[in-house]
């Protein structure tokens, strides 16, 4: 399962490419909300219940719905980009490793309680036992794996948010 910088470059390659948008300006809401939106499922570690109910695609939903009712309605753009940067988490959680049993994340809660896990292996584990003599080295190792990656992604829904609309 990706780090939170794993997590954050999926937030802002969605809101690049589908935040609420005005021509050639990036609003920085419009990719600070993606942002932390998928980032924000592993707040579950503080209650212990990682993987599941905030790691679903109802989850995702719950967030998007949020946006839209805190921005009355106007802001559909950016409920949208808030709903699927949450399930960005979830995708790459279900593609990534993990060592922890049970493998996987509740992807499709409420509706179902079962564990999905891909066997992808796409993203590395991050280590949390720092007890470990590989600790910093694995988790710099797989954070960087991650960069390489998705910034490259980033960059280029950057390049093409940047274009003048008459180009596209
Ligand atoms: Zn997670």
Redesign the pocket.
């Known amino acids: 399962?990706p780090s939170p910088v794993g997590?954050a470059l999926g937030g802002l390659i969605v809101g690049l490419a589908v935040g609420d948008r005005e021509p050639g300006a990036v609003r920085p809401w419009a990719l600070a909300l993606p942002v932390i939106a998928a980032v924000a499922?592993?707040i579950d570690f503080l209650w212990g219940r990682h993987?599941m109910e905030t790691?679903s695609l109802g989850a995702a939903l719950l967030a998007g719905l949020a946006v839209l009712a805190w921005t009355r309605g106007r802001g559909p753009g950016l409920a949208l980009a808030v709903a699927l940067a949450w399930s960005s988490?979830v995708l790459f959680?279900w593609l990534g490793s993990d060592t922890t049993p049970p493998l996987g994340v509740m992807a499709l809660w409420p509706l179902s309680s079962d564990f999905y896990f891909a066997n992808a292996f796409l993203f590395d584990a991050i280590s949390r036992r720092t007890y470990r003599p590989d600790f910093w080295s694995h988790n710099l190792w797989a954070v960087a794996k991650e960069v390489v990656m998705l910034a490259p992604v980033a960059g280029a829904a950057w390049a093409l948010r940047r274009r003048p609309s008459s180009d596209r």
């Open positions: 399962m997590h499922p592993d993987n790691h988490h959680d």
